[in-house]
């Protein structure tokens, strides 16, 4: 069945580090969405990359999606402790025209002050 | 104030016992969703509807059942059959273009 993958599965940072989440798919995605879930509480949407090969940034944030649609980043410059939280890259199920969609283990990224 | 409602927080559940899961949404989305989160699991879907009076089993739907009478309103039962319920458990809406919005959860345990 479909899987989306992501690595690592913790990470942690000095504050000022940069930090990168990985995502890659089993099969070719629409497209991907990226949530992040602060401690205790609920995933929260951050983005939707669509395009191959788009990049979209959000401040701090970069989001890539590849060339082939199957594999994106998170990439966070210099993190602050604000950045603490869960992320989680997800992907629709193949030929899906809802919103149902398929979630990766997320990267609980930890920042030291 | 628009949104969705997830109650109560907290539930605790007795041996044999059959629960329900409130979720609530005054977004007008027509798809609902039900998630549950273990620790390092991620997300994993339960149950779907994407209109009024229709659902479908996502990928760990024994042991629990929905209704969807009403568009604002989409229930989770866990059932005497779930025999690992302690979760904490999500419910999200989405409108056409497909992100999710979630409220925020209720961790249910086992007593």
């Known amino acids: 069945g479909q899987q989306v993958m992501q690595i690592p599965q913790y990470q942690h940072v000095q504050e000022g580090e940069d930090f990168t989440t990985y995502c890659n798919s089993s099969?070719?995605?629409?497209?991907i969405q990226w949530y992040k879930q602060r401690p205790g509480g609920h995933p929260v949407f951050l983005i939707q990359?669509?395009?191959?090969?788009e990049v979209k940034k959000q401040k701090r944030l970069t989001f890539q999606f590849g060339e082939a649609k199957k594999n994106s980043s998170l990439h966070i410059t210099a993190t602050q402790t604000t950045d603490v939280g869960t992320y989680f890259c997800?992907?629709?199920?193949?030929?899906?025209?809802?919103?149902?969609?398929?979630f990766g283990r997320g990267t609980q990224l930890t920042v030291w002050p | 104030d628009g949104g969705i409602t997830q109650s109560p927080k907290y539930l605790f559940r007795k041996e044999g016992q059959n629960v329900t899961l409130s979720c609530e949404q005054n977004?007008?989305?027509?798809?609902m969703y039900w998630y549950r989160q273990d620790p390092g699991q991620g997300l994993r879907l339960i149950y779907y509807?994407?209109?009024?009076?229709?659902?479908q089993k996502g990928d760990i739907a024994e042991g629990y059942s929905v209704s969807r009478e009403k568009k604002e309103s989409f229930p989770l039962t866990v059932t005497s059959a779930q025999k690992n319920p302690t979760a904490f458990y999500l419910c999200?809406?989405?409108?056409?273009?497909?992100?999710?919005?979630f409220g925020s959860g209720t961790q249910l345990s086992v007593l």
């Open positions: 999200a809406s989405s409108p056409p273009d497909r992100l999710l919005f």
């Open positions: 099969t070719t995605l629409s497209n």
């Open positions: 990359l669509v395009k191959s090969g």
């Open positions: 997800a992907g629709p199920s193949r030929g899906s025209t809802l919103g149902r969609l398929y």
């Open positions: 977004l007008n989305h027509d798809a």
């Open positions: 509807s994407q209109i009024v009076n229709d659902f």
